[in-house]
């Protein structure tokens, strides 16, 4: 009887340890565990950090983060919080990488967490500046208008160039008078955006002298000249008087400076001390003459006039008078009138009745037809 109980005790104490050796694997499989608070971190463009919590059980349990941090990412450890920073993505490409959360004992199994960035907006840039501008050589400013999607920066590479704008999108640029003697250049340079992620323009700016500005060359002595003259002692229409000379057939007279850029004075203008005040077009680099203002005295008028077979007629017109390349030659584009040719230019009066009568007749003005009409630069 006592051997079967011992027997009994003994098979008893054999099955004991085997229950808690059970016990004790089944513990240690659910107890060495890791939990993650997120398995990636996303990132806009513009970067930035995250945290993530790594719950170890039990707390005790040791971890580590395997993974070389880029150049664009970096990571750092504190108790059981990993942070992920990312830097800003200049780049349109999106970018990816990853780092390993491990057991350095091999309790528990690897946990991988990626790290994700998009890449940057396309840059945006538009903007109404022409490829070439040239200012004005007694100084002037330049305006235009850009619009982008990105923070954007104008620049010129001279001193003599003012950039100035508010960021709303207008940007003027001035240029100081040109004192020198000779032209000079410069250029502005407009860019927009960040790194790679970047567009750009340029403007090729120029300036010249005061003595190449177009309104000054305008300025000096001038003769009138046609293709053909038509003229009498007194001024009249009613012969054809052969050819005349030389002398007869133009007339000199002064272009002087107004208000710059907008008006211009022909002074003695077929007949001494008449002074007319014509238009200057910068567009030309010519100018606009009124005929038909006053000129002389409150009732002296300069004419234009018109005449075919069977009218004689005057005509008050504005006419563009444009120079040539190296303005030396001044045209003048007479307006076509249907079934007129033009005759002459002339200063007119009234008598005491009312009527026309000639004034500075003996200056020869009258032309028929005239043909073109120029006026040369006089050189003498």
């Known amino acids: 009887m006592i051997r079967i109980l011992q027997q009994f005790c003994c098979a008893l104490l054999t099955l004991v340890p085997l229950v808690y050796v059970g016990c004790a694997e089944e513990e240690r499989l659910v107890v060495s565990s890791l939990s993650l608070s997120n398995h990636a971190a996303v990132f806009d463009a513009t970067g930035g950090s995250t945290t993530i919590d790594v719950c170890p059980f ?28 990312v830097s800003k993505n200049l780049s349109t490409f999106s970018r990816r990488a990853e780092v390993v ?17 998009e890449g940057a907006t396309a840059v945006e840039l538009s903007h109404s500046a022409a490829e070439a501008h040239t200012f004005d050589s007694e100084g002037s400013t330049y305006t235009f208008n850009l619009v982008s999607n990105y923070a954007w920066n104008v620049t010129v590479d001279a001193d003599w160039i003012t950039v100035n704008d508010d960021k709303s999108g207008c940007v003027m640029l001035t240029a100081e008078a040109n004192t020198a003697h000779e032209d000079r250049s410069a250029t502005a340079t407009i860019t927009a955006g960040e790194g790679d992620n970047t567009l750009s323009a340029t403007i090729a700016l120029s300036q010249s002298t005061h003595e190449k500005n177009p309104y000054y060359k305008l300025t000096g002595k001038w003769e009138i000249t046609a293709d053909k003259w038509f003229y009498t002692t ?23 400076e107004g208000t710059y850029n907008e008006t211009l004075y022909m002074r003695d203008f077929l007949y001494p ?45 504005e006419v563009a008078v444009e120079p040539s390349a190296d303005h030396t030659i001044l ?7 249907s079934g007129y040719n ?13 009527d026309k009568e000639a004034f500075g007749s003996n200056m020869y003005p009258t032309m028929y037809p005239m043909g073109n009409i120029k006026f040369i630069k006089y050189q003498k």
């Open 331 to 337: 045209t003048l584009k007479m307006p076509g009138v």
């Open 101 to 117: 959360v491990t057991s350095p004992t091999s309790s528990f199994d690897d946990s991988t967490i990626a790290i994700i960035q």
């Open 234 to 256: 007194n001024g009249s229409l009613n012969t054809m008087d052969g050819s005349p000379s030389a002398s007869q057939y133009y007339l000199i007279f002064d272009i002087v």
């Open 342 to 354: 033009y005759v002459g230019f002339g200063l007119w009066s009234y008598d005491d009745n009312g």
């Open 58 to 85: 039990p707390a005790t349990e040791g971890w580590a983060v395997r993974g070389d941090a880029q150049e664009w990412f970096s990571y750092s450890v504190d108790g059981n919080t990993l942070t992920i920073n």
């Open 273 to 317: 001390g008449t002074s007319l005040e014509v238009r200057y077009d910068p567009a030309t680099e010519g100018f606009i003459i009124p005929f038909g203002w006053s000129v002389y005295a409150y009732e002296v008028f300069l004419y234009i006039t018109l005449i075919n077979a069977n009218q004689f007629s005057y005509a008050a017109l």
